[in-house]
Every structure is written in C-alpha cells, then in structure tokens.
Nanobody
Framework: QVELVESGGGSVQPGGSLRLSCVVSRFALDYYAIGWFRQAPGKEREAVSC????????VYADSVKGRFTISRSNAKNTVYLQMNSLKPEDTAVYYCATYVGCQRGRVENYWGQGTQVTVSS
C-alpha cells in the first residue's frame, strides 16, 4: 500500500515562504522517485519538482527554478518542498506523488490528497 500525506499549505503574501511536507510509506520512498505537482483552477496540471533516489538528484520546472527546493529525509520518510519568493501564480493545490523516474513528461503513479497554497496580498 502506497500512502502519501501532504501538509504545510496555507495563505501567504507575495514574497513569502512555505514548506510543504509529504510523509511517504517506506516502500514507496525506496522504490520510487518522489515529486510534487500542482493544479490550479482552469489551468493544466504542472509538474513542479522531483527527486530521485541515491544520489538524490532534484529537478525543477522552469517556473520555480531558483525559488523552490526539494529535499528528502529517509530517516523521517518525508519529502519536503521549500517554497520561497512566492508569487500569486504559485497559487494551486499541491500534490505529492510517486514516479518511476524524474524525466520530463513523467506520469504520476500514486498521489496524496493535496494541500492548498494561496499567495495573495
């Protein structure tokens, strides 16, 4: 059973920061790459970031590069997404998901319930 549970969303002003957390079942963390995608109303799903196994190599969408950082703690079975310099266009529901790999065009295998991020003044 693959389980992913996100937390850490909320409302912030432009320029603010949030850290999302995703607790992942141990099997999934060992077997899959883990990433984040987001879905905003009226917009296409966007793959935001992904981190593969060992070495933990991160990839980012151009829209978040330099502002977001993905990391993982194997000891805590958790993947994090640190989001800095947030913009209104970052507003979306953020989902944690498993992938076979972090290649472009990757397809989610499993995902969590999502956490809302709202950036507004």
């Amino acid at each position: 059973q693959v389980e992913l549970v996100e937390s850490g969303g909320g409302s912030v002003q432009p320029g603010g920061s949030l850290r999302l957390s995703c607790v992942v079942s141990r099997f999934a963390l060992d077997y899959y790459a883990i990433g984040w995608f987001r879905q905003a109303p009226g917009k296409e799903r966007e793959a935001v970031s992904c981190i593969s196994g060992s070495p933990a190599t991160p990839v980012y969408a151009d829209s978040v590069k330099g502002r977001f950082t993905i990391s993982r703690s194997n000891a805590k079975n958790t993947v994090y997404l640190q989001m800095n310099s947030l913009k209104p266009e970052d507003t979306a529901v953020y989902y944690c998901a498993t992938y076979v790999g972090c290649q472009r065009g990757r397809v989610e295998n499993y995902w969590g319930q999502g956490t809302q991020v709202t950036v507004s003044s």
